[in-house]
């Protein structure tokens, strides 16, 4: 599990994109819309601190960013695909690659008592 000081780390290789699409929206004068309408009445202040600088980008603010529908990872990783990167930032960019459908069949093999690591290293075993 990655500590939040690794994943800020991590995010600084990758927060261009991320901010390219808060200014834009800022400059649409749309950051209190989005805010309210699409991240959960999030503070539009956190926004304009991540545009400045004063707040970092995570994992955890571009979570919401994409399950909010105002950015993808495609967007984000501007052509390079999940498996080229670092094994680092390859663990965050899967696990915000998770869409609800896959949590939800997660969350079925858990309800059944079935191992998803299990299932897994078969699959990858055949």
Same mark, same amino acid.
């Given at each position: 599990?990655?500590? @939040?000081?690794?994943? /800020? &780390? !991590?995010?600084?290789? %990758?927060?261009?994109?991320? +901010?390219?699409?808060?200014?834009?929206?800022?400059?649409?004068?749309?950051? &209190?819309? +989005?805010?309210? @309408?699409? #991240?959960?009445?999030?503070?539009?202040?956190? #926004?304009?601190?991540?545009?400045?600088?004063?707040?970092?980008?995570?994992?955890?603010? $571009?979570?919401?960013?994409?399950?909010?529908? !105002?950015?993808? #990872?495609? %967007?984000?990783?501007?052509?390079? @695909? !999940?498996?080229?990167?670092?094994?680092?930032? &390859? &663990? /965050?960019?899967?696990?915000?690659? #998770?869409?609800?459908?896959?949590?939800?069949? /997660?969350?079925?093999? @858990?309800?059944?008592? !079935?191992?998803?690591?299990? $299932?897994?290293?078969? /699959?990858?075993?055949?």
């Amino acid at each position: 599990m990655k500590t @939040e000081t690794e994943d /800020i &780390r !991590i995010w600084k290789k %990758y927060k261009a994109p991320v +901010v390219k699409v808060l200014k834009e929206l800022r400059a649409k004068r749309e950051l &209190r819309k +989005v805010c309210r @309408e699409k #991240l959960k009445d999030m503070n539009p202040a956190r #926004l304009s601190e991540m545009i400045s600088g004063k707040t970092d980008v995570s994992s955890y603010y $571009v979570g919401m960013f994409i399950n909010g529908g !105002i950015m993808t #990872l495609d %967007y984000i990783l501007q052509g390079k @695909e !999940i498996r080229d990167l670092a094994k680092e930032d &390859r &663990r /965050i960019f899967i696990r915000l690659a #998770l869409d609800d459908e896959t949590v939800d069949m /997660i969350g079925d093999l @858990e309800e059944k008592e !079935i191992s998803l690591k299990s $299932v897994l290293k078969g /699959i990858l075993k055949g």
